[in-house]
């Protein structure tokens, strides 16, 4: 594993672009990836990771319903393949609950939980949550798109 230096920043408009291109694919096309990506970035939190000015991994995650529950959900974390088992995607996840706490904070409620699915599968982000301090909770009712079952984790702070 080489050490690599990062940067951790929250997206903003200028990543409409860059962001698009990444979603591109999964979305199928880069104006759907678009209009995805401007609703991430009006109404979520992004965080971005970089590596010498390129954008390497990005989390997006939301605060749940109540405000006063507390709760917060990732809904997707991803590391570029080439720059995984480095602590990114760790420290990346270790960034939002200081985001999510802060959050809350200024509402002034406290941050209680922090929630995300994972297919069954996988494995290699299944044990980078359990390092995290996420635990498997009970299982999803959604389905992967490789058609394995979903596995709720979840965070209490």
Known sequence: MVPVKATFRNANRSDLETLSRIYEKP????????RF???YLDHY?????????KNIGRLIWFPREDPRLGWAEILDIHVEEEY???????????ETVKDVKAHYESMGQRARCIILFTSEDNMA???LYEKAGLRK??????VSEDGAPELLYALNL
């Open 125 to 127: 982000a299944r044990k």
């Open 84 to 94: 995984r088992r480095r602590g990114l995607g760790l420290k990346l996840l270790q």
């Open 27 to 34: 979305y199928g096309g880069y104006e759907t990836a678009k």
């Open 37 to 39: 990506v401007e609703v």
């Open 137 to 142: 909770v009970g299982y999803g009712g959604y």
């Open 45 to 53: 939190f992004v965080k971005i990771v970089e590596v010498g000015g």
